[in-house]
């Protein structure tokens, strides 16, 4: 029996990357999970190897449709008691060149996304007296990046979010927190390394280097290390942490 047996947790974004290991390490914990993304082949892969993990298929830009897998997966697996909101897409350009559509599409996915989620989480968890509302923001939730800036933007509205809803649950057992990794091994950093190739020519190992000169520990986060934040932040021992914004970069930030 692990420290979440018997607890129900709905993973976004849960197909690769982080999302992926967030839910592995919630199946580890013994909690039963559902993955929810817009990508079935990568949800059902990672749900077949794993008998703790189900799979769901929704946009978490799609009121309607995340609404119903939060009833599907209540129906199936019992209560969810821990939602971890990770799906997030970037886009890259120069803020001058960035059109409205671009902006748009960022806040969509990595603002309006999260505030559904959590939103169907919290009342799925109201009266319970327990729950874990978890976002996987960024790093760029806590600072600003070049070219970025439509993704910077809701990152930080994401975090604002997070503090605002824990300031409501604060008394009712229900914590609300984000952690902010920063560039991680994950599908989004190659799709990064492809822009900065393609845009400036220089070589792959080129601007892989780069990117993880941006830590001071000179490296890459990796999944697997967000994913132990997240779990602590859903075990037993976190009860008092509510409305923080967790970096987890290395010394990046602070």
């Keep these: 029996m692990g420290a979440l047996a018997n607890r129900h947790a709905l993973v976004t974004g849960g197909g690769s990357g982080i999302g992926a290991a967030i839910a592995k390490a919630l ?59 990770n799906a ?58 070049p070219y970025v800036a439509p993704y910077c933007a809701a990152k930080h509205g994401a975090v604002g979010l997070v503090r605002a809803v824990a300031a409501e649950t604060v008394r009712t057992g229900i914590t609300v927190n984000a952690v902010c990794p920063g560039y991680t091994e994950t599908p989004m950093l190659e799709a990064s390394v492809r822009t900065i190739v393609d845009k400036t020519r220089r070589s792959e190992d080129d601007a892989r280097d780069m990117l993880a000169k941006v830590s001071p520990l000179g490296r890459f986060i990796q999944p697997e290390e967000v994913a132990a934040a997240v779990l602590w932040l859903c075990g037993p021992g976190s009860d008092a942490v509510t409305g923080q914004a967790i970096s987890i970069s290395g010394g990046e930030t602070w």
Aim: cysteine-free.
């Design 27 to 85: 199946a580890g914990a013994g909690a039963t999970v559902t993955i929810v993304g817009r990508r079935r082949a990568a949800l059902e892969a990672l749900a077949a190897a794993n008998p703790r993990v189900r799979s769901a298929v929704a946009d978490v830009t799609d009121e309607a449709a995340l609404a119903a897998v939060f009833r599907q997966a209540a129906e199936e697996s019992g209560p969810v008691s821990i939602v971890v909101a």
């Design 88 to 145: 997030g897409a970037a886009e890259s350009a120069p803020f001058s060149r960035t059109s409205l559509e671009a902006f748009q599409r960022s806040l969509a996915v990595n603002l309006t996304g999260v505030f559904l989620t959590l939103r169907e989480g919290l009342n799925a968890m109201a009266g319970s007296g327990w729950g874990r509302l978890v976002v996987v923001a960024s790093t760029a939730g806590l600072k600003g990046y």
